[in-house]
């Protein structure tokens, strides 16, 4: 914030912001436990998580 502030200050003005989010990596995990009444049907349990890589980008001109 404080940049666009300094650009501000010298005559830039904003004239969009552009977010993007783009996926990285993706890390999966599956656990087995084994019920407690029936240990020849073990419960499984899977996890996904995902990584991301997000910018933020400002278009500014400065006027004539």
Do not use: C
Request: glycine share 4%; proline share 6%; hydrophobic share 30%.
């Amino acid at each position: 914030m404080t940049t666009l502030n300094e650009l501000a200050a010298e005559g830039w003005e904003l004239l969009e912001i552009q977010n993007s989010t783009q996926p990285t990596r993706a890390t999966q995990q599956v656990e087995t436990s084994l019920r407690f009444d029936d240990p020849q049907r073990p419960i499984h349990t899977g996890t996904t998580s995902i990584s991301t890589l997000t910018q933020t980008r400002y278009l500014l001109r400065k006027p004539r």
